[in-house]
């Protein structure tokens, strides 16, 4: 898999962020089995709850269109290391992805890192006792 790629992806979604609350822009690409890609960027609103994060729009966009395969996911963000994922977006990779799901972490300044969605998240919730502590 083209992390590169993936990272360059993420960027142009970031590009396509509304943002004018934090103006913190964030951008994600997923790739699925068959090597078709999608893009999400953060989504905010007057009230604050309601923003979605980039890394559930571009899952969500997956979804939506029927590519549940989900291979690897980026996430860049203008960040001094590479960027860290919320909780509500781990728990959300974990569940979409699976916990062996491929995550790119980045910055605008090319660092990056590459974990795995269980690592993001240990004892992830979930509604069997699979992951009960
Ligand atoms: N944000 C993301 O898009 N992804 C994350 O993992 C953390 C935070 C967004 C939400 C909000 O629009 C802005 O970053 C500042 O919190």
Redesign the pocket.
Known sequence: MDYQKLLEMAKEAREK?Y?P??H?K?GACVITGNGNTYKGC?I?NSSYGL?N???RTALFNAYSNGDRKIKAIA?V?DTDGP????GS?RQVMYELGGEDLTVILGNMKGDYVVKKAKDLLPYAFSLSDENNI
């Open positions: 962020a943002v609350y934090s913190f964030v953060n905010e923003t994060c980039a890394e996430v963000a960027v860290s994922p919320c977006c």
